[in-house]
């Protein structure tokens, strides 16, 4: 353990960099919050926020982007013919050496010779196929058909064993022969491994003590010998089939004269078809396109494939589409391997915010399973909500903000900052204790700033009961009123729950039919294409919620972008009509009427030019002795905060 006040240093660990600025959770919760009141749910908004990232971290989108330009760029540059094309170039070089040497000798033999070599195929592997028994004259030419058997032997073990080429580029026979061993043994070992045998992990520390120089990344079980395997002859089998039908049929008999023992080829067979059952879950029927210029062996053109395979597994991974998707799912090896180690550096900074948003209860699970916006993160929605209506009110009026809880009355028990205007008394203690923490540590003497002051909340003398009634017909989707009429509805909720606790509020949206919600149900709404403005329902449910408070001033607030073109039958069936029939204007009437005689003034926020609308929300005007208000969308917060102030005073 260190001593105090001294310090150990050591490496990173590649975890988050404890000196990274941590996520801006109140910047993250407003995206979040701004998709969910367009229509989004919150676990597709949040999916969005990871999809576009943040500002200085590239998201989820960004990083995919990067890995299909990478696996397009490796499918552009390279083909697969490497080991073809090299093979044949050997090939050419022993025959033209060979009939050099036979040129020279007019013998039968050597006549015979020739007409040999001009029988062979013209395909390269049965041509290799063919001589493999010939008795080479020139050294020249036995040495390059040596060379195509060395380079075959390479290729393949190379292909599914990583890391032996160099163990074998001077392989002599039995350097072959103990590699055939090898195969064996790992027959044996996978057999008894699919058998279930109870002495399967005793039988591969034999194998990994036999045989361990052939698996340089040292698996520690069987089963990950069998992972790192079958990963590598799924690849070799994408290989194949990328390949064209005389490309795999030339390297099928090419195979054949690995090391010039066919026993070889064999042997990996049947490993590769106790790979692909012992893990069907590889992908075993992938392919890929090649069409480069720069040819690649065995060897190469299988790791071009894994990695292929890989940037498809990390494109999946960075989708997140699957059910219950986390960004913990993406491997950060895989990702800094082919996008370096900056990509891994966002891809944690995105999971620190979402574990964060988690944490901090900004998102939680309901009852269905669904991922939801919080009670916290509503509160802290509509904090930054209302800021902006009363900056706007601010700005338009040259105020102060309006937010205060009263200058008058009891005192609530909370307390906040001072700001200029405020006339409500100062919280001794609280100051005080602000003013200490800030001078303490400091030496300087304790002295009172402005900043330390806080005052005492006090509850207004009068109560009101509010009912706010919001249009959410497909026209307010439609012409893009959504968003803002949901940014009003969640200032308003946010100033009575916080600055008028005794008021009541109750918000009512009104399309086919109209119904009482609260505020994580409006902020979560999505827009349907349903037909009917149905204020007559919307006015019997706020005229029920102002007849369970008669002791409080009665505030009715109405946001509609349309007359009315429905009601509701006794027997609760909604009638939708376009033009509104009579019926419809006069039942919502009588519940105007009914309103009016409680002393409720309507007050009724018009959004668009509609001269049918206008004529009747003049009539509820009057009739109620209310306001009509004509604000743009971007000022309908502004118009209601003011109004309901302005109401809840008489």
């Not at 990478?70 to 022993?94: M, Y």
């Not at 057999?191 to 039988?203: E, I, L």
């Not at 992972?227 to 390949?243: E, W």
């Not at 204790?433 to 909340?457: C, F, K, P, Q, S």
Request: glycine fraction near 8%.
């Amino acid at each position: 353990m260190a001593e105090p006040g001294s310090y150990r240093y050591g490496p990173w660990d590649g975890g988050r960099d404890p000196l990274a600025p941590p996520p801006d959770l109140r910047a993250a919760l407003a995206e979040i919050g701004r998709e969910v009141m367009a229509g989004s749910s919150p676990e597709s908004a949040l999916r969005e926020l990871l999809r576009q990232g943040m500002p200085g971290t590239r998201g989820l989108d960004e990083l995919t982007r990067q890995v299909w330009q990478r696996r397009a760029a490796l499918q552009r540059r390279h083909r697969l013919d490497g080991t073809v094309q090299e093979a044949k170039r050997l090939l050419d070089r022993a025959l033209a050496a060979e009939r050099r040497a036979l040129g020279a000798d007019s013998g039968e033999d050597a006549q015979f010779r020739q007409m040999r070599l001009d029988m062979v195929p013209n395909n390269v592997g049965g041509a290799v196929r063919e001589l493999a028994d010939y008795d080479w004259r020139s050294a020249e030419a036995a040495e390059a058909y040596q060379e195509i058997q060395q380079l075959l032997g390479q290729q393949m073990m190379e292909q599914r064993f990583k890391g032996m080429s160099e163990a074998l580029k001077q392989a002599k026979p039995e350097d072959a022969e103990r590699v055939r061993e090898m195969l064996a043994d790992l027959d044996l070992l996978l057999a008894a491994h699919a058998q279930g045998r109870a002495d399967t992990q005793s039988r591969f520390q034999e194998f990994m003590g036999k045989h361990g120089e052939f698996f340089p990344e040292n698996p520690r079980t069987v089963d990950e010998l069998i992972d790192l395997l079958a990963a590598r002859s799924a690849a070799a089998q994408r290989l194949l089939n990328s390949m064209t039908p005389q490309q795999r049929a030339e390297l099928a008999e090419l195979s054949q004269q690995a090391f010039g023992d066919p026993r070889l080829a064999e042997a990996l067979s049947k490993v590769d078809d106790k790979l692909r059952a012992l893990r069907p879950g590889e992908d075993w029927a992938g392919s890929g396109r090649f069409r480069g210029d720069q040819a690649m062996g065995l060897s190469e053109a299988t790791e071009a494939l894994q990695e292929l395979g890989e940037l498809d597994q990390l494109a999946e991974q960075l989708a997140q589409a699957h059910p219950g998707a986390r960004m913990e799912d993406i491997d950060s090896e895989l990702l800094e391997r082919h996008l370096g180690e900056q990509s891994t550096v966002d891809a944690r900074a995105l999971a620190e915010l979402e574990r964060q948003l988690r944490a901090q209860g900004m998102l939680q699970r309901g009852p269905d399973g669904d991922l939801r916006l919080s009670p916290k993160a509503l509160r802290r929605l509509g904090e930054d909500t209302l800021r902006d209506v009363l900056g706007q009110l601010r700005g338009a009026r040259g105020e102060r903000d309006a937010d205060r809880a009263g200058a008058a009355g009891e005192r609530t028990g909370s307390t906040r900052p001072w700001r200029f205007g405020d006339t409500e008394p100062w919280d001794a203690a609280r100051t005080v204790g602000n003013a200490v923490l800030r001078t303490a540590g400091t030496g300087e003497a304790l002295t009172i700033d402005v900043a330390d002051v806080e005052i005492a909340e006090t509850e207004q003398r009068s109560r009101a009961v509010v009912a706010l009634c919001v249009d959410t017909s497909w026209s307010m989707v439609q012409d893009g009123r959504w968003v803002p009429m949901k940014r009003t509805a969640l200032a308003l909720h946010h100033l009575v729950r916080t600055r008028f606790r005794t008021d009541e509020l109750q918000l009512i949206t009104f399309g086919r039919h109209a119904m009482s919600v609260d505020i994580g149900e409006l902020t979560a709404l999505e827009g349907t294409h349903e037909q009917g403005t149905n204020l007559h329902h919307a006015l019997m449910l706020a005229g029920r919620h102002l007849r369970r408070h008669p002791d409080a001033h009665p505030v009715v607030l109405v946001v509609t972008d349309g007359e009315p073109t429905a009601h509701l039958e006794p027997d609760g069936e909604a009638v939708f009509d376009y033009p509104p029939r009579r019926e419809t204007i006069a039942k919502t009437m009588v519940e105007v009427d009914a309103l009016a005689r409680r002393g409720a003034g309507i007050t009724v926020f018009m959004l668009g030019e509609n001269p049918r609308l206008e004529a009747f929300v003049d009539t509820v005007a009057r009739r109620t002795g209310g306001r009509v208000l004509a604000p743009t969308t971007d000022g309908l917060g502004a118009a209601v905060v003011a109004d309901y102030l302005r109401n809840r005073r008489g």
